[in-house]
């Protein structure tokens, strides 16, 4: 397994006072799935907490934390959980089968697809944005939280994270 800390980028974003607000996340968050759901219920966030995981633009994972104990988890390619150490917690965690050597020519999401319902990105809309099999990790993420409406506080955290 690889670590995924050594190539990945943890956000979180947040409503709080009406407003999208946003930070990164530490590196152990890209890494451990509890100390990611741990940081997420830390967040003064009016309704919960997102937490989006770019892992070397490779796949990712968001999770989102709501009161009082509601955990949301999507994972954009299953696939990713026979390489990387994150995506097969999020596997464990949603009690599915990692994929088999046969199943990796095909890329497929797997957890709660209506993760971001009642923020208005149907699971509809939301898998036709994951299907784009030319897109990276980033790009998904950046059109989710465009569509979202935290685009700009997300691409903040983003830059700041990797300078």
């Known amino acids: 397994m690889r670590r995924d800390s050594d190539d990945s980028l943890a956000v979180v974003v947040y409503r709080e006072g ?18 990611l759901i741990g940081v997420l219920r830390q967040q003064p966030a009016e309704g919960g907490a997102i937490g989006l995981v770019n892992v070397a633009d490779e796949f990712f994972v968001a999770v989102r934390v709501r009161p009082p104990e509601r955990v ?8 990713a959980a026979v390489a990387w150490d994150l995506a097969r917690q999020v596997v464990s965690y949603l009690d599915i089968n990692t994929p088999g050597d046969d199943d990796l020519e095909d890329v497929w999401p ?21 299907a784009d099999v030319d897109a990276y990790a980033d790009e998904m993420l950046l059109a989710v939280a465009r569509r979202l409406g935290f685009g700009e506080v997300y691409d903040r955290a983003v830059e700041a994270a990797v300078r």
């Open 18 to 35: 009406g407003l999208w607000q946003s930070g990164a996340l530490p590196a152990r968050a890209s890494d451990d799935l509890d100390a």
């Open 72 to 79: 949301q988890m999507l994972l954009s390619d299953v696939t």
């Open 110 to 130: 797997a957890g709660d697809m209506s993760i971001f319902a009642d923020l208005g990105l149907d699971e509809m809309e939301l898998g036709a944005l994951l």
